[in-house]
């Protein structure tokens, strides 16, 4: 189940609230497109801004409009144990079929805390847990040890490894048989070379086939996945020049994928310096948006 290309989808805004046209506009673009999954509410999906109600309306479009055909998993960590609990349960009742709980953030906890929280979230629900590790978000890497621990809890099955070290994905690997998925898009190819079995993907906002078909050809064409890799690798570059999801929403809007770029406070909309040195990525994303298929 987790594996592939996954989406971890933006969360489409217009005047302040969520826009369910182009929400499920998107949806239907990852069902054709030959994503593998999606991650609703996630970092990407601005989930620390989104109400509860916004949370359980987001991930009920999902499973409506894509569940039938792929693994539905919402972001469903916070910096609280509690918290991040009572929304796995949540998730867990509406029919996810797997949660993806971030690092608490803010907290920074021990090797130790992180594994009670981990723990206590896989004992009270009946959901895949995929860990996500991202020290530029949390300010803590999990070690690791740490991971290797907690893999052996029959309900953490996955992580989403984002610290940009492959050094850390061969050390994670050589240690447990936990699915490592690549949270960097630039790195998804080099990360499956050492075991990586996928991506969670910014980038397959703007050009999911591209990035499902270069984790699709690896296995058996790394030839033809190192060309895809080179084709992605200066559009994810220009997806992560200001915070994520800004510069990712800002080219949505300019290819006409969704219907406005607008952020949640306390993110605001990239700077016209920003828009300057994506112009070219954007190019190269509406080439390949616009090419047929094959």
């Known amino acids: 189940m987790f594996k592939g290309s996954i989406a971890a989808l933006v969360s489409p805004m217009r005047d302040g609230k969520l826009d369910e046209r182009s929400l499920k506009r998107l949806l239907a673009m990852h069902r054709a497109a030959g994503t593998s999954g999606v991650v609703p509410a996630g970092c990407t999906g601005e989930a620390a801004t989104l109400t509860a109600d916004e949370r359980a309306r987001i991930l009920s479009i999902c499973l409506d409009e894509v569940g ?10 916070t910096n609280s144990t509690r918290g991040t609990i009572e929304l796995t349960q949540a998730a867990e009742r509406a029919g996810a079929h797997g949660a993806l709980i971030i690092t608490p953030y803010y907290n920074k906890p021990t090797p130790e805390g992180q594994y009670r929280h981990y723990r206590a979230v896989a004992e009270a629900s009946n959901i895949p847990i995929v860990i996500y590790n991202v020290p530029s978000r949390t300010g803590v890497n999990m070690l690791p040890e740490t991971i290797a621990r907690l893999a052996e809890h029959p309900r953490i099955v ?33 990360m499956m070379s ?39 690798w200066p559009i994810a570059r220009a997806l992560f020049v200001e915070t994520n999801p800004g510069p ?17 406070a306390p993110l605001a909309e990239v700077t016209a310096e920003t828009r300057g040195r994506m112009a070219a990525g954007i190019a190269l994303m509406r080439k390949i948006v616009e090419e047929p298929r094959a």
Do not use: C, F, W
């Open 68 to 77: 039938d055909a792929m693994p539905v998993i919402p972001g469903t960590g």
């Open 158 to 190: 996955a992580i989403k490894e984002a610290s940009g070290s492959l050094d850390q994905v061969s050390a994670i690997l050589g240690l447990s048989a936990i699915t490592v998925l690549s949270g960097d898009d630039s790195l998804t190819l080099p």
């Open 194 to 232: 050492v075991g990586a079995k996928g991506v969670v993907s910014v980038a397959a906002n703007v050009v999911p086939r591209l990035v499902a078909d270069m984790v699709a050809a690896y296995p058996t064409d790394p030839g033809r996945a190192a060309e895809l890799h080179a084709r992605l």
């Open 248 to 264: 990712v929403k800002h080219a949505m809007a300019e290819l006409g994928l969704i219907d406005d770029g607008e952020l949640r």
